[in-house]
């Protein structure tokens, strides 16, 4: 077997009645909002109740997606769990990815800081657990200067990691969330890498969906991955395919996780529930919860093609491998994450 393939039809078993049901409110909700943006002109003298207009139906939609989620234990959505005096920076942040007119380097930086926000939500736990680093300063004068810094202790939740990554738009989230671990770990523990080249047929509508998952262009060790945390890291998850058929080629394989982590900066309602039915012992973490997807299973509102706006557009003829893509995040990137390229090194060359 060089390829294993799952289809729309075959996710949407996972889902519930109930599932569905929540899922046309939103659609039949945001259709709304739709109508409103067909008529929109921010030069008409209707433009403000227009405005007004998109406003209420944006918070309907919010306060019925944390509805929705109030019995999903596993799906963690940033805004829904956490103190409202910091959602501002997240609505901000992920206002700037959603806008156009975000270019490459900025659209970048945003994805890592809504990762270090993500990582920071999904790992805070006991506020009593600490554990303290110390730090050589350049300050040499009267004597050496040193300081101590206390910091949340992860070591028992992320020591036994490894990041399963879903090239492409996934490899720098991956990377980030390595980082992550790596800089709160007491050992500075630097995560394995697994690597699957899986892609979505974007010649078919949402509803026939089909994930490819290419075997001959994937790197991975079975046995590392056996009994430990994968963790998964992708900006969008619009319709949970892609993880879903990873996951479930390594378990008909025989390996088995200890427990499974899902990061994302935006998600659609659809991808959460399907990934929380299909996938045992999974959570999922979410930066924005978005209501809908649209019949090329795009999320709605969305942010466009996130691996295109954090990697660059490949050439149809061309596309780049997985040095050429290190190599195009420049000398700043490839330094910043010198230890989880050597770490993904070691998995390509074996």
Known sequence: ???????????????????????????DKYQEAMDVFSGYDPASPGAAGARERMIGLYSELGHRMQEMLRGEPNIHVFSFETPPFIHGEASRLIAKLRDARTEQPEFVYYIQRAYELLFNMAFQGDPEAKHHILVRTPVGLPTQQY?????????????????????????????????????????????????????????????????VLDLKKSYFNLEMLDGKDWFFADPMNATGGSMITVVKFLKDQGVR???????????????????????????????????????????????????????????????????????????????????????????VLG
Not at 286 to 300: G, R
Request: charged residues 25%.
């Open 147 to 211: 300081a101590i810094h206390k910091i949340p202790q992860v070591d028992d939740r992320t020591g036994n990691a490894v990041m399963c990554v879903m090239l492409r738009a996934a490899l720098l989230p991956s990377m980030i969330v390595s980082k992550e671990i790596q800089e709160y770990h007491s050992e500075g523990y630097v995560t394995p890498f697994a690597l699957f080249r899986i892609g979505r047929d974007d010649s078919r509508a949402e509803h026939d969906m089909a994930y």
């Open 1 to 27: 077997m060089t390829k294993l393939i799952l289809r729309a039809m075959d996710l949407d078993g996972f889902l519930t009645g109930e599932d569905h049901d929540k899922l046309r409110v939103l659609d």
């Open 257 to 347: 996780p200890r427990s499974v982590k899902f990061f994302n900066v935006i998600s659609a309602m659809k991808g959460c529930l399907r990934i929380a039915r299909a996938v045992e012992d999974v959570d999922i973490y979410t930066l924005w919860m978005d209501p809908a997807l649209n019949e090329k299973a795009y999320i709605l509102p969305g942010v466009g093609d996130a691996g295109d706006r954090i990697n660059g557009r490949d050439s149809h003829d061309t596309p780049r491998g997985l040095i050429q893509l290190i190599a195009d995040y420049g000398t700043r990137i490839s330094a910043l994450y010198r230890s989880q390229i050597r770490s993904i090194e070691r998995t």
